[in-house]
C-alpha cells in the first residue's frame, strides 16, 4: 500500500498528466503531418504513401485526445498517453523499414520522441525505461526486416547503442523530474496544512478573545450591578421592617383587610430581597481559583429559577435533587449556566407548543462527582446540529434572538471545574444536557 503522501500525489498528479498529455497529443499531430516535408526532399517517390501513414497514426492520436476530455480518459491516462506516444515510433520504425534500413535518416526522429519524453512529459521511471527498450527493439525489428537486413552491421549497432544512450538519458531526466515534482507537492501540500493550521489557531483565538471580551463586560456588568444592588437593598430592608412594625400594631391586627395589604406588601419585598440576594451572588465574581468554594448547588439552581422567572412562565420546573448537593466551584458562574440551559430548555418547550410544558432538572451524586441534568419536552435538536449546538456564535434563533454564545461559553465554564457538559436528544421529543461538578472533599 502507498503512503498517503504518495496517494494524495498520484490523485493530484492525474490531472497533471491529463494536460500535458492533451497538450503532448496536439504536439504530436502537428509534427507528425510536418513530417511530409521529409518525406518530400529525402523520399519523394513515397511521400504519397508515408502521407497515408501518417495521417492514420495523427487520426489515431485525435481520437486519443478526444477520449481525454472524458473521465474515462483521466482514469487511464498513463495507458493512453504511451500508446500515443508509440504509435510515432511505430510509424517511424515502418518507414526505415521502408527505406534505408540502418541508414535511413528517419532514424533521428526516435532519438527526438526520446528526449521529449524524458525531459517534458510527467511520465513515471518505469514508463520512460520501458519506451526507451520498446523504441530500440522496434529499430532492430525495421532493420531486421528491411532489404538489405541488419547489413551494415556497424552502423546498426552503433545507431542501436545511440537509441541505448538517448533512453537511458530519458530515463535519468524522468528519474530526477519525478523525485523533483514529489518533492514539490510534499512542500505545496505542508503549505497547505500549515495554512489550514494557522486558519483554525486564528480562528480558535477570535472565539477566545471574543469570550474573554465578553467575560470582561459580564464582570464589569458584575462590579456596577453589585454597587446598585447594595443601594437596592437598604430601602428594601427599610421597607420591611416598616411593614413588620405596623403589622404589629392594634389598627392592623383589628383591621382585616389592612392586615392583608399588609402581608401582601410584606411578601412582595421578601420577593424582591430574593432576587436582590440572588443578583448579589450572580455579581460578585471572583478570578481565578479564589472563585472556587463549597456551596449548595441547590440553592444555586434555585437562584437560577428565579432570575429566569420571566423565561420560565407557564412551564413547570420540576427539581429532583439529592439531600446532599455541596460541590466545588464557582457559584456565580455555575449560575450562569444554568440560567442559560433553563432559558434555552423554555425556548424549547415554548416552540414546540406543549399542553403540558415541563423542564426536569435532576442532581445524581457519582462517586466524587455531582451529576446534574436538564431534560425538556421541546422540540428537539436534529441530528445536523446536535454536533454543533457548543460551537461559539452558532444559533438556531432568529436574528436578534442571541449570539449563540451561550452554550460555548457554558462548555468552558464545566471544563474549568473538570467536568463536561454534554448534550443528547431525540428530535421532536426532548433535549437533555447534562454536566458534573466535583464535590468538596
Avoid at 464582570?219 to 427599610?238: C, D, Y
Avoid at 460541590?327 to 423554555?346: H, Q, T, Y
Avoid at 418547550?349 to 442532581?363: L, M, N, S
Avoid at 451524586?365 to 422540540?379: A, P
Wanted: net charge neutral; glycine share 8%.
Amino acid at each position: 500500500m502507498k503512503p498517503p503522501v504518495a496517494q494524495d500525489y498520484e490523485e493530484e498528479l492525474a490531472d497533471f498528466r491529463v494536460t500535458y498529455s492533451r497538450a503532448g497529443s496536439i504536439t504530436s499531430i502537428v509534427l507528425v503531418l510536418g513530417g511530409v516535408g521529409l518525406d518530400l526532399s529525402s523520399y519523394p517517390d513515397r511521400w504519397v504513401q508515408f502521407l497515408a501513414a501518417r495521417v492514420v497514426v495523427s487520426l489515431l492520436t485525435a481520437m486519443i485526445l478526444v477520449w481525454l476530455f472524458f473521465p474515462g480518459g483521466r482514469r487511464h491516462v498513463r495507458g493512453l498517453t504511451m500508446i500515443w506516444l508509440l504509435l510515432p515510433q511505430a510509424m517511424i520504425a515502418w518507414m526505415i523499414q521502408q527505406t534505408d534500413g540502418a541508414a535511413s535518416i528517419y532514424f533521428v526522429g526516435l532519438h527526438l520522441a526520446l528526449y521529449a519524453v524524458g525531459i517534458i512529459l510527467p511520465i513515471s521511471f518505469f514508463e520512460s525505461v520501458s519506451f526507451g527498450v520498446i523504441t530500440l527493439g522496434m529499430y532492430l525489428l525495421a532493420c531486421a526486416l528491411n532489404a538489405n537486413g541488419l547489413a551494415p552491421t556497424g552502423m546498426v549497432v552503433t545507431n542501436a547503442l545511440f537509441i541505448g544512450f538517448s533512453a537511458a538519458a530519458a530515463a535519468v531526466c524522468t528519474w530526477f523530474n519525478e523525485r523533483a515534482r514529489l518533492r514539490l507537492f510534499a512542500l505545496q501540500r505542508e503549505v497547505r496544512v500549515k495554512n489550514a493550521s494557522l486558519v483554525d489557531i486564528n480562528q480558535t483565538l477570535t472565539e477566545v478573545k471574543g469570550q474573554l471580551v465578553h467575560r470582561e463586560k459580564m464582570a464589569a456588568i458584575g462590579t456596577l450591578s453589585a454597587g446598585l444592588l447594595h443601594e437596592l437593598n437598604n430601602p428594601v430592608n427599610f421597607s420591611l421592617m416598616a411593614i413588620d412594625m405596623g403589622r404589629q400594631l392594634p389598627p392592623a391586627q383589628q383591621d382585616a383587610l389592612l392586615k392583608e395589604s399588609l402581608d401582601d406588601a410584606r411578601e412582595g419585598l421578601v420577593r424582591i430581597q430574593n432576587i436582590v440576594t440572588d443578583l448579589k451572588t450572580f455579581a460578585y465574581q471572583k478570578p481565578g481559583d479564589e472563585s472556587l468554594r463549597p456551596f449548595l448547588l441547590e440553592n444555586a439552581v434555585r437562584s437560577a429559577i428565579r432570575l429566569a422567572g420571566f423565561d420560565l412562565k407557564g412551564v413547570e420546573v420540576n427539581l429532583d435533587l439529592p439531600q446532599d448537593t455541596h460541590v466545588l466551584g464557582d457559584e456565580p458562574a455555575l449560575i450562569g449556566v444554568v440560567i442559560n440551559l433553563l432559558s434555552n430548555a423554555a425556548h424549547a418547550v415554548r416552540q414546540a407548543g406543549r399542553d403540558q410544558a415541563e423542564i426536569r432538572v435532576k442532581a445524581v451524586i457519582e462517586g466524587s462527582r455531582l451529576v446534574v441534568s436538564v431534560r425538556d419536552n421541546g422540540t428537539g435538536i436534529s441530528e445536523q446540529n446536535l454536533a454543533r449546538v457548543f460551537e461559539p456564535f452558532f444559533t438556531t434563533r432568529d436574528v436578534g434572538s442571541g449570539l449563540g454564545l451561550g452554550l460555548s461559553i457554558s462548555y468552558g465554564i464545566i471544563q474549568r471545574h473538570g467536568g463536561t457538559l454534554s448534550v443528547d436528544s431525540q428530535p421532536g421529543a426532548w433535549t437533555e444536557f447534562r454536566f458534573d461538578l466535583p464535590r468538596p472533599v
